[in-house]
């Protein structure tokens, strides 16, 4: 994995000599991670980011819960991902789940010597909280952001929050989140497209399920209705390829539905992916050749 002398992964073979010797001359972080575990990939870059910070102080060995059953089963691991702080050949401390950087800090800082310099906390906190989202974690990504803003107000941090609480249905707290972004010109594109995703997330909400839409319209290809507002639960579900096809398809058979709803919403998730988005970039173009 990482090429860094201070991380490492072990097996059951060489835990003891990697970690339990080891810990007699420097503390040894434990990461018990499996590749299914989401929370896992999102803590990994920053305990990654915190063990090089300290420049040798600190290793950082990696257990694959998956190929070390037995080291799970040895200390008793419950929940993933679980990291476990080594020293003198003990475990002295350790947390379960993801935690912001400054926890963990503060449970190194009792045994390991001052690192030689701070990373970037904020960006470190942006890369595990993208990572949760992908994964579709939205409340524990808002439970990293939390604590971290806190600590640093971050124009950045506060888009990733909107996000995440968008996605999380907290409707009201996304738009007071974005109201609050201080440097709304610098973020004017994100800002605009987030509050593009909270528009279809609150018309989503009052719109028949993803599944009755479906069958109504496989009932009936020409319900522009059921059409229309698939798309938009498709948009809320950040399904965006298959909402640009079908607002696209209800464009070509009925282009007028609902005062041009179709074609403003495409304009809408446009600004919401992006200029440079490919999907924005194919999708234009057939807009174009449609409209001329």
């Known amino acids: 994995m990482s090429q860094s002398p201070y991380i490492f992964d072990v097996s059951t073979e060489t835990f003891d000599q990697c970690v339990i010797e080891n810990s007699h001359h420097k503390p040894v972080l434990v990461d018990f991670w499996a590749e299914w575990c989401a929370p896992c990939k999102a803590l990994m870059p920053m305990l990654a980011s915190i063990t090089e910070s300290y420049a040798g102080e600190l290793l950082l060995a990696k257990v694959n819960c998956d190929e070390q059953a037995a080291l799970t089963e040895r200390f008793g691991i419950r929940s993933l991902p679980t990291v476990v702080l080594f020293k003198d050949g003990q475990p002295v401390d350790g947390f379960a789940g993801i935690q912001p950087e400054s926890a963990i800090r503060s449970i190194l800082e009792p045994h390991v010597a001052e690192p030689v310099a701070q990373p970037q906390a904020a960006d470190d906190t942006a890369a595990a909280v993208e990572a949760l989202l992908e994964a579709g974690q939205p409340e524990q990504a808002i439970a990293l952001l939390q604590p971290a803003l806190a600590e640093q107000r971050d124009d950045a941090l506060l888009l990733l929050l909107a996000r995440a609480l968008i996605a999380s249905a907290q409707h009201d707290d996304a738009e007071t989140v974005l109201t609050s972004v201080q440097d709304q010109e610098a973020h004017k594109q994100g800002i605009a497209g987030l509050r593009a995703a909270l528009g279809f997330a609150l018309q989503a909400a009052g719109f028949p399920a993803t599944t009755l839409l479906a069958q109504r319209l496989a009932d009936n290809p020409a ?55 490919p999907l924005t970039i194919s999708y234009q173009r057939k807009l174009y050749q449609l409209l001329y």
């Open 223 to 277: 319900d522009s209705e059921a059409g229309y507002q698939l798309a938009i639960q498709q948009l809320a579900g950040q399904q965006h390829q298959a909402a640009l096809e079908g607002l696209l398809q209800l464009m070509q058979r009925d282009r007028g539905y609902a005062d041009n709803a179709a074609q403003r919403t495409l304009l809408q998730t446009f600004k919401l992916l992006g200029n440079d988005h």
